[in-house]
């Protein structure tokens, strides 16, 4: 598997707040005069090379860069920007997210995604603490207000309670209601109650201080940038 400093010098050129990434191309090699014996021992020998050591695979699938073109594949740009929150603005994103969700952070940084004069949506980086543990979520929330994709870049627990894909696809098109809840339309996940929440919580709260920035209007709001 490419290391992160790997899979980051792949990343497309086109997000506007970051640097360039070289690409790097990867050379053929002729195989000549090899048994099948030892192709399929050097194979063998390649593949333990690039499985990850144990417990890798849950902590890292996507780095930051890489997640972003992934909900915003080119020729689409990607904006880098950053909402500043006063303690009222702190105060109105906790009564939209739910007493049960935490909500300290006040300096905002968020990736608007364009196509062309077109916003396609707008993607948030969430870290939070499922049990001992943190998690890293990359919640896209589309052009309607409403959950279009969310990604997994990191989860230091061990990999029995990360969230399948499959859940993690019913929180898809979901507004913030008093539906997006585990006593609501989501439904949990057996042995791994902290995982579910955790992610459930994230959604609402990401939900609630796109609701508060409107990072989508046209309009400049105060405090803002």
Do not use: C
Not at 35 to 44: K, P, Q, Y
Not at 86 to 97: E, F, I, P, T
Not at 120 to 136: M, N, Q, S, W
Not at 153 to 175: G, K, M, N, T, V
């Amino acid at each position: 598997m490419p290391t992160p400093a790997s899979i980051s010098s792949m990343l497309p050129s086109g997000i506007s707040s970051n640097r360039g990434h070289r690409r790097r191309g990867i050379g053929r090699t002729a195989v000549r005069g090899w048994g099948w014996g030892a192709l399929l021992s050097g194979l063998v020998a390649l593949i333990g090379l690039l499985r990850p050591p144990a417990g890798e695979a849950a902590q890292l699938r996507l780095t930051q860069e890489r997640a972003l073109r992934v909900a915003f594949p080119e020729p689409a740009t990607i904006e880098r920007r950053t909402a500043f929150l006063d303690d009222s603005d702190l105060q109105r994103a906790r009564q939209l997210a739910g007493s049960d969700v935490a909500l300290d952070q006040r300096v905002i940084t968020y990736y608007v995604g364009l196509n062309g004069p077109e916003p396609a949506g707008v993607a948030y980086f969430d870290a939070h603490r499922v049990r001992t543990l943190p998690e890293i979520l990359m919640i896209v929330v589309s052009p309607a207000g409403r959950i279009a994709r969310i990604e997994i870049l990191r989860f230091s627990e061990p990999p029995e309670y990360r969230a399948p894909d499959s859940w993690i696809e019913q929180f898809r098109d979901q507004a913030l209601s008093d539906g997006l809840s585990l006593k609501g339309s989501i439904v949990n996940i057996t042995g791994a109650t902290l995982t579910a929440r955790a992610i459930t919580e994230a959604s609402r709260r990401i939900l609630a201080l796109h609701q508060l920035i409107k990072p989508l209007d046209t309009v400049s709001n105060r405090g803002y940038d």
